[in-house]
């Protein structure tokens, strides 16, 4: 079965960076675009960025600039690099793709931007 778990959340200080990772298992990965999302409290979950199986790159545009997604087909996983962190960056994010119209999802991991 599909399994998508995040790691890599934290408390980071305003300016800062975190990567967040996503291990893949359970589909043939290379094949999928993955993507990120994030849910802040009280928000609606929204997208962050996606990558296809080509790699092409997309960055909501708030987030450009600042965040970049990047992926690593020998491991399973995909990457979200997030630097210059803002306290409205806090949220869980999440890992996501989506397979025979099908969308699964990671269980999340909380980053959380406070001095």
């Known amino acids: 079965q599909v399994q998508l778990v995040e790691s890599g959340g934290g408390l980071v200080q305003p300016g800062g960076s975190l990567r967040l990772s996503c291990a893949a298992s359970?589909?043939?990965?290379?094949?999928?675009?993955m993507s990120w999302y994030r849910q802040a409290p009280g928000k609606q979950r929204e997208p962050v960025a996606t990558?296809?199986?080509?790699?092409?790159?997309n960055v909501v545009d708030s987030m450009k600039g600042r965040f970049t997604i990047s992926r690593e087909n020998a491991r399973n996983t995909v990457y979200l690099q997030m630097n210059s962190l803002k306290p409205e960056d806090t949220a869980v994010y999440y890992c996501?793709?989506?397979?025979?119209?099908?969308?699964?999802w990671g269980q999340g991991t909380q980053v959380t931007v406070s001095a």
């Open positions: 359970g589909f043939i990965f290379s094949s999928y675009p």
């Open positions: 996501s793709t989506r397979i025979n119209w099908q969308r699964y």
């Open positions: 990558i296809t199986s080509s790699n092409s790159e």
